[in-house]
Nanobody
Framework: QVQLVESGGGLVQAGGSLRLSCAAS????????MGWYRQAPGKQRELVAT???????NYADSVKGRFTISRDNIKNTIYLQMNSLKPEDTAVYYC??????????WGQGTQVTVSS
């Protein structure tokens, strides 16, 4: 089964930027859709952004206009460009892939901390 590995998290000041990467161990064409989710301490995991097919994207209202999800089919990687970061964006960010045959897989997560 294709595995996902996130990277790019870290500590950044409010207003700064980070780019998260999610590298798949196989072809991302195995996935009907992929996305980013996040989980802050004491809160449920929530959707951040998804990308289906080539370019169909969807964003949580809280990140619209600040975050951009993209994919590189040659590198088998998806990205999350995060700009104008806020302290409330602090969370563990997880990559998700939904296989065409119905199951899904998750990465191990990467911590993003935004200081005020």
């Amino acid at each position: 089964q294709v595995q996902l590995v996130e990277s790019g998290g870290g500590l950044v000041q409010a207003g700064g930027s980070l780019r998260l990467s999610c590298a798949a161990s196989g072809s991302i064409s195995n996935f009907k859709g992929m996305g980013w989710y996040r989980q802050a301490p004491g809160k449920q995991r929530e959707l951040v952004a998804t990308i289906f097919g080539g370019e169909a994207t969807n964003y949580a209202d809280s990140v619209k206009g600040r975050f951009t999800i993209s994919r590189d089919n040659i590198k088998n990687t998806i990205y999350l460009q995060m700009n104008s970061l806020k302290p409330e964006d602090t969370a563990v960010y997880y990559c998700n892939g939904q296989f065409w045959w119905g199951t899904a897989t998750w990465g191990q997560g990467t911590q993003v901390t935004v200081s005020s």
